[in-house]
């Protein structure tokens, strides 16, 4: 097993409220290795993107990561780092591909001058070389003729061409780590099914660990090695891709994958739903976060603190009923 590339440990970004502070991510910990993907799981709402961004320092506030939080890439600790080494690192050694590339990328720069200016700033390169390098990624990403797309602007591109013009811009500086962040958002399926297929390619030829963050099932299913589920800012299983959606452990994961449409359902069966929403940070309960919405929860959920995770690493899952031992769980793989 390699070291990891990145540790992320008891992870807590907090939002300043007047009287005190809310924990929105609350003691996130995972580790991300060369050349495999971990992907964070969850409905909208459960922080998967803030933790993105606490990784990166990119939160605005009032939201910040509070003390104790731990971010180790390369000996170093992230969130101890001066912001002029933090800016070095950002771009050049771990990448972020955003949502929604039409309002990530700049409106009035064109998209070659965009990806160049990471060259230019982390590189060294001349605005000449910069450029040839842009076109090159571009043709890499599978922009067709793009010695012509990097002279237009981003309403002038497709979404699914603007999404790869953010990856090539992500990819500028060779990362170590790629964080994607809802990659294949309003992309129809055959744009999703060539964004993902690059994104393994790349996984496999770079070695390079990415995080994916998403709430499809079905790219999970065909792109992680590893899963972190969240819900309500916290961890609430993790494991392997097999172990996750084979033998889910928490319910809300059971419940989420039996949610999934599947091809061979019988037209008179409904679809699977979980009731209720995922509650705002400042609405959240005492207990288990997903206790108002589970259908096996019992008084010690509503009344004990959140439970921490149980079971034996890699797989591991915060729910009481796993106290005494992994739960009996039926196979629902086919559902992703």
Avoid at 289 to 309: E, H, S, V, W, Y
């Amino acid at each position: 097993m390699h070291d990891p590339l990145l540790r992320v440990d008891n992870l807590t970004a907090c939002l300043a409220i007047p009287g005190g502070d809310c924990a929105v991510v609350q003691d996130v910990s995972f580790d991300l290795e060369p050349g495999k993907v971990l992907c964070l799981v969850g409905e909208s709402g459960c922080g998967k993107s803030v933790t993105a961004r606490a990784i990166l320092r990119l939160l605005d506030p009032p939201l910040r990561a509070a003390p104790g939080s731990s971010i180790l890439f390369g000996g170093r600790d992230l969130s101890a780092l001066p912001e002029r080494e933090m800016r070095a690192l950002r771009g050049s050694d771990i990448a972020m591909i955003f949502q929604e590339p039409m309002s990530s990328l700049n409106p009035v720069k064109r998209v070659g001058d965009q990806v160049a200016e990471a060259l230019i700033l982390h590189r060294g390169l001349s605005r000449r070389d910069a450029r040839d390098r842009a076109i090159m990624l571009f043709r890499q990403v599978g922009i067709p003729v793009p010695e012509r797309r990097v002279r237009q602007f981003p309403h002038e591109l497709s979404g699914g061409m603007q999404q790869r013009a953010m990856i090539a811009m992500a990819l500028a500086c060779d990362p170590k780590i790629l964080i994607a962040d809802e990659p294949t958002t309003a992309l129809d399926a055959t744009i999703q099914a060539q964004i993902l297929d690059l994104l393994r390619d790349l996984r496999d030829t770079r070695d390079m660990g990415i995080l994916l963050i998403t709430h499809d099932l079905g790219v999970v299913a065909e792109m992680a090695d590893d899963i972190a589920v969240m819900y309500a800012g916290r961890i609430v299983e993790r494991g392997s891709v097999e172990q996750v959606l084979t033998s889910p452990q928490h319910p809300y994961t059971e419940q989420l994958l039996r949610s999934v449409p599947r091809l061979r359902m019988p037209r008179d069966q409904r679809l699977a739903v979980i009731g209720g929403t995922v509650p705002s940070p400042l609405q959240r309960q005492p207990g288990c976060g997903f206790a108002p919405r589970c259908t096996l929860a019992f008084d010690r959920c509503r009344t004990a603190p959140a439970p921490p995770l149980f079971g034996a690493t890699p797989h591991l899952a915060a729910c009481w009923l796993c106290d005494d031992g992994p739960r009996a769980t039926r196979g629902v793989r086919e559902a992703a």
